[in-house]
């Protein structure tokens, strides 16, 4: 009987130790995460595409935000409208209206073998603008995206401060449905309470890049020197792939809190969330292994000591407890970083982590499992 009692112990001691260093991780990069500030002017060329697949609902939102940007002095707007059956390139162009800085594009083509829609989209956009985005900045925003007048001025004036090849500014990600509560905010946590940004933005090594693909801000001669998206044509998650390739080419790569002035919500209502995290987890984290031990290592820290300090006594719910204040503590941390105000009134949302871990590792689960059977697809593309 002893033999047990102590393996689970340790097994809660351990995890709680790994929530406590995701707590303590969480509040160092509550102090050394970059955050854009407004009122900020920029003279240099601002290049944006914005790729959209069947985005009539949200298009036109994000097209107003961007003709309302401000601080630029040299900005043009590339609306990529690939292959959409639902007007989306029309939608844009009554939002655009006479703005000439602002053009529409529709594409027909398929993606090459091999390419990604959103990678070749991205790719067709950088050719059709041409010389116009070998120089200065060149910024890829989702569709689902919104900005605040300032925010693309704010994010080139932090690439340009920080003498980097990317800046990956996060949005603050909105919810609306149960599950997008539960699971969207891990999206910003996952890495905030796991990578001390103080060292990954020195280290430059690869393996510790951080990008969210929503809102991406590129030196230019960096973004060509790597070869564009064409680097990362079969990526499921270019966005990462894209700055680990910046990383290997001798690039400094940085992320930075967006909100508020910039936020999204990613997915709208549960189906689309699944669908969406099946098509890319299992490569979130270098390769299903990988995938499959961070969720190993998130359902030690953050189901274990919840479960201790509920079904346990003596010791062993006491270091159930601290376990459980510390996830608490890196979930509120992260959340009031992410929006850039505080964050108490997410606290009966923190209190649901463990209900966040286990959705978490059903989707990685089910994402791993489409893998391997070759049925990995987004929006009616099946990819490569």
Known sequence: MNLPRRAVRRLVVTGAGIAGYGAAVAAANRIALPRLTPGAVVDEPVTVVVPARDEAERIG????????????????????????SDGTAEV????????????VIRRTDPPPPGWTGKAAACAAAIDRAGAAAATGTVVFVDA???????????AVTLLRRADAGLVSPFPCQ???????????????????????????????????????????????????????????????????DLARALRRAGFHTLAAAAGPLASCRMYDGPRPLVAGYTRWLW???????????????????????????VLARGPVRRWGLAGTGAAVASRLLARATERGRPAWSDLPAAGTHPASVLAFAS????????????????????LP
């Open 283 to 309: 490569s979130a984290f270098g390769s299903p292994a990988g995938a499959a031990a961070v969720v190993a290592l998130y359902l030690l820290a953050y189901l274990v000591p919840p479960s201790a300090a």
């Open 363 to 382: 989707l990685t689960a089910e994402s791993i499992r489409a893998r391997r059977a070759g049925r990995t697809a987004w929006k009616d593309r099946r």
């Open 92 to 103: 844009a162009r009554r939002a655009a209206g006479a703005d000439e800085r602002i053009t």
């Open 144 to 154: 689902d995206v919104r900005l605040a007048p300032d925010a693309l001025a704010a």
């Open 174 to 240: 909105e919810t609306g449905s149960v599950l997008e509560r539960l699971v969207q905010p891990l999206l910003f946590w996952s890495w905030f309470a796991l990578l001390p940004v103080a060292v990954a933005h020195r280290a430059r090594r690869p393996s510790m890049a951080v990008a969210c693909g929503q809102f991406l801000v590129f030196d230019a001669a960096a973004y060509t020197a790597i070869g564009g998206h064409a680097a990362v044509a079969a990526s499921p998650t270019e966005d990462l």
């Open 61 to 84: 939102a994000v097209v107003s935000d961007l003709a309302a940007q401000r601080g630029l002095a040299r900005l043009r707007v590339l609306v990529l409208d690939d292959d959409s």
